[in-house]
């Protein structure tokens, strides 16, 4: 069976500081996709990223960066120079046997 | 419209109530998935449908819950008889093509069972 663990239940920043989430995945797949997804407060779950499990290569897109690595099992999002519009619960996603598993999410709060 | 639309965005139904809940997936998309959300949560798969084919729904928690998508567009999740545990968002998501493809969802319905 699947499982995705999001240790940090929230985390409080202040603008302009980087913050990292972290994802732990377990599965049993040798190909597998792993996902992030931003749950704003009204609740639409919008996608951020895909990631196969055959491409450990780091990906960087605008002030948001993800960074996958098999041997630790994890898939950790950063945002540089955090903003308020990025407050948010961020879910971590893993899927496998034709379904999408959850984490139970990071609460961010960016601050003025 | 662009995105998936769900409706109602909110519902309040009195305990052993039958609803519905109505998802219009994004043109095109062959793949729709049900999944419920409790409050604190990430969202938990329900039901699995390829165009009118309900390819899986081990997540129905009990013979209550009923999703069908008659014409392979728009789905709608039934639950008869609500008890209190009912209560959650409900969200529908859509994909392209095979179900490792990124999944677009709707607002949800949130439910309330009194």
């Known amino acids: 069976a699947q499982k995705v663990t999001q240790a940090q239940t929230e985390i409080s920043v202040v603008e302009k500081e980087d913050v990292t989430l972290d994802c732990v995945y377990e599965t049993r797949d040798t190909t597998y996709y792993l996902f992030w997804y931003k749950q704003p407060p009204s609740g639409e779950l919008v996608f951020l990223i895909r990631r196969n499990s055959f491409d450990e290569q780091n990906e960087i897109s605008g002030r948001y960066s993800w960074n996958f690595q098999k041997s630790t099992s994890s898939f950790n999002f950063t945002i540089t120079a955090s903003q308020v519009v990025d407050s948010a619960v961020y879910f971590c996603a893993s899927w496998g046997f034709q379904k999408l598993v959850f984490g139970t999410g990071t609460r961010l709060l960016v601050s003025p | 419209g662009a995105g998936v639309s769900q409706s109602p965005r909110y519902k309040v139904a009195k305990r052993g109530q039958d609803v519905a809940l109505r998802c219009d997936p994004i043109?095109?998309?062959?793949?729709l998935f049900w999944y419920q959300q409790a409050l604190g949560q990430g969202p938990e798969f329900l039901t699995y449908?390829?165009?009118?084919?309900?390819?899986?729904k081990s997540g129905l928690p009990s013979d209550r819950f009923f999703a069908e998508r008659p014409e392979g567009s728009v789905s709608t999740l039934k639950i008869q008889r609500t008890q209190k545990e009912d209560s959650a968002v409900y969200l529908c998501?859509?994909?392209?093509?095979?179900?490792?493809?990124?999944?677009?969802f709707g607002d949800g319905t949130r439910l309330s069972i009194l």
């Open positions: 449908f390829q165009n009118e084919a309900q390819l899986d």
């Open positions: 043109s095109g998309h062959v793949s």
């Open positions: 998501a859509s994909s392209f093509g095979t179900t490792n493809q990124p999944q677009h």
